[in-house]
């Protein structure tokens, strides 16, 4: 049942092991940043519920 999905995007990773100061899902690849490549497809999937997990 796709109304029972709930999407969970772990988002926490620094990103030092790519020698940058960026958190790792900023990073672009084709022109989109990783973050938002990973929401269109759960979204394309029929996900409604998506909750993203980030470190501050």
């Given at each position: 049942?796709?109304?029972d999905l709930i999407a969970?995007?772990?988002?926490?990773?620094?990103?030092?092991?790519?020698?940058?100061?960026?958190?790792?899902?900023?990073?672009?690849?084709?022109?989109?940043?990783?973050?938002?490549?990973?929401?269109?497809?759960?979204?394309?999937?029929?996900?409604?519920?998506?909750?993203?997990?980030?470190?501050?």
């Amino acid at each position: 049942m796709m109304e029972d999905l709930i999407a969970i995007v772990l988002a926490a990773g620094k990103g030092t092991r790519m020698k940058t100061n960026k958190a790792k899902v900023v990073h672009k690849i084709y022109g989109k940043e990783m973050i938002t490549r990973v929401v269109e497809v759960a979204v394309k999937a029929g996900i409604e519920d998506i909750v993203t997990v980030v470190r501050t």
